[in-house]
């Protein structure tokens, strides 16, 4: 069972188009933090949210920390080619020594 | 500093065979971990470390497994008679104590274990 559930798993639009990612969970965070991973590379944090309901902005970027601190999402305004990669939201849970526990990720392509 | 640097970056062994992975983290992080991950999946914890001690263990690091943080700087990680279900990317990060708004891990590029 996985404790964070992304979704889509797989996404495929084209440039310009707006999408939004999901990641939810039955279980409450104590924050939850998106990263993007290249094919061959580690993922790379894009950001950490940390209070219920917060709305963080990264240029086309937006992430929000749903108000009861169990689910995210990542929406991406005119996504462009260069956004293609796997997308993760990784959950920290109070007392448990910072260790993450991610979703499944999900694959985003973007054609041109 | 240049961040998480794992070596080597990509390893094929044949099965029954021990391999060993090492990850030097960002020098002022006392905390590091190392996760598995396989294709289209996201990162599955194995360990962690704070400073030189093993804090967690997952219940995925059979007794195969080990690792070590022996000064509290350098990790290793080894598989011993390793089995093809081993064949994934093995991944290392460090982080700072605290969990606050501005925490988050320093992944390394991984290691590509392929077992034949």
């Known amino acids: 069972t996985q404790l964070l559930e992304q979704s889509p798993q797989f996404l495929s639009i084209q440039e310009g188009e707006n999408l939004t990612v999901y990641c939810n969970s039955s279980s409450v965070f104590s924050s939850l933090q998106w990263y993007r991973q290249e094919p061959g590379e580690g993922p790379v944090l894009l950001v950490t949210v940390v209070t219920g309901g917060e709305v963080k902005k990264l240029k086309r970027l937006t992430f929000q920390f749903g108000d009861a601190r169990k689910d995210s999402s990542l929406h991406i305004t005119a996504a462009q080619p260069g956004d293609t990669g796997l997308y993760l939201c990784?959950?920290?849970?109070?007392?448990?020594?910072?260790?993450?526990?991610f979703g499944q990720g999900t694959e985003l392509s973007v054609k041109p | 500093d240049t961040g998480v640097s794992q070596d080597p970056r990509h390893k094929i062994t044949k099965r029954g065979q021990n391999v060993t992975f090492r990850c030097d983290p960002i020098s002022e992080h006392n905390r590091l971990y190392w996760y598995r991950q396989t294709l289209g999946q996201g990162p599955e914890f194995l360990t962690y470390?704070?400073?030189?001690?093993?804090?967690?263990k997952s219940r995925l690091l059979s007794d195969r497994f080990s690792a070590e943080r022996p000064k509290g700087s350098f990790s290793t990680l080894e598989i011993q008679r390793t089995e093809q279900g081993d064949s994934a990317m093995y991944l290392c990060?460090?982080?700072?104590?605290?969990?606050?708004?501005?925490?988050?891990?320093?992944f390394g590029s991984g290691t590509r274990l392929t077992v034949v």
């Open positions: 470390f704070q400073n030189e001690a093993q804090l967690e």
């Open positions: 990060a460090s982080s700072p104590e605290g969990t606050g708004p501005n925490y988050g891990y320093t």
């Open positions: 990784a959950g920290v849970m109070r007392n448990q020594g910072g260790k993450l526990i």
